[in-house]
């Protein structure tokens, strides 16, 4: 009884879909959004149900793409919605994309200590793929103080110092704020 009832089943399955040669067969799937098609989750012959939120197909306007960016805590600060980052990838070599900051997050993630930050990056080429990891460098108003060599600077009790040099030709100590602008150079005020 149970497998007449299941070929039952198949034959009103069968009937439904391919029984009737009055019953369309094909459906047009059309995007409200013009780009190339770059993953697809469905194939042909496979049932559609109304269960979770995964999209069918992804598409893409490779001429105009997204970058996210984590900015650590303590860069955030200069960041700001409309100014434009510099980009670069280690596969492009001599290459680098201008980036528009669109988006930033309303709080720093606490696993990474990192900001997201949303970039809007033209592609006219096609250059950039999607997932390709890049670097962003950005500038930021310092205020005043001086840029020195990151070797002139040590840390003792967990603050900042360098040596000062004074008229008679000695040095003295003094204690700093510092902040890294690279590997090479801090960029130091007096406390």
Known sequence: ???????????????????????????????????????????????????????????????????????????????????????????LPGLSFNGQVRALADFINPETRTLRVRLDVPNPNKILKADMLASVRFSRPLGEGYTVPASAIFLESGQHWCFVQQNDGSFKPRQVLAQAIDADRVWVRQE
């Open 1 to 91: 009884e149970r497998a007449q009832a299941e070929a039952l089943r198949a034959q009103a399955r069968v009937q439904l879909y391919a029984g009737d040669p009055a019953k369309q067969q094909s459906l047009s799937l059309r995007s409200t959004l013009a780009g190339v098609v770059v993953d697809r989750r469905i194939n042909p012959g496979q049932e559609l149900r109304a269960i979770g939120d995964e999209p069918l197909f992804v598409i893409t306007q490779p001429q105009h793409l997204w970058a996210w960016v984590d900015v650590p805590e303590n860069e955030q600060a200069g960041l700001r919605t409309g100014q434009h980052l510099e980009l670069r990838v280690a596969s």
